[in-house]
């Protein structure tokens, strides 16, 4: 326990290597086999995976992440990229493969804007209840000792004299 609240006694270089270590295992979601030569094509796979969801991290894109379902779809995007697709194509393709939660921001067409709409009708109504919780207590009678009987009384003052 003690050893856990001991400042960092290692030298700068170790720390910096290990920050390092770090980022390059985020930055090595997209394997190098995974890119293809085509610079143009290239972006537009970055551009499309960034908007897809990984469905095992469900989190994080596709191109952050690093599980073997992230990477079979960057491929498939890339495989439809090269077939001529479109980036809506390729988009449509793989949304009707794995439904709508492989979209990181999901449209707001159909039922979805019942979801959409949701929370901020929630909020709403929260708020409608608190104002009218607020105006009838401050409407409320305040609670006094007249309404007690002579019992009731004598029972209060043992009670505060303690």
Request: hydrophobic fraction near 50%; aromatic fraction near 6%.
């Amino acid at each position: 326990m003690t050893r856990l609240l001991r400042p960092w006694r290692g030298t700068p270089s170790t720390l910096l290597a290990a920050l390092f270590a770090l980022i390059a295992t985020v930055a090595l979601a997209v394997q190098p086999d995974e890119v293809l030569d085509d610079p143009a094509l290239e972006a537009r796979a970055r551009d499309i995976s960034a908007g897809l969801r990984c469905l095992v991290c469900q989190n994080e894109s596709i191109d952050e992440s690093n599980a073997s379902l992230a990477r079979d779809l960057r491929l498939l995007v890339r495989e439809r990229l090269v077939a001529g697709d479109s980036n809506e194509e390729a988009v449509d393709f793989i949304v009707a493969r794995y439904g709508e939660f492989v979209l990181l921001r999901p449209s707001t067409g159909g039922w979805n804007w019942l979801l959409w709409a949701a929370g901020p009708l929630l909020f709403l109504a929260a708020l409608m209840v608190a104002v009218l919780y607020v105006r009838r207590r401050a409407s409320a009678q305040p609670l006094t000792e007249e309404g007690l009987n002579e019992a009731e009384r004598k029972r209060l003052e043992e009670l505060l004299k303690g």
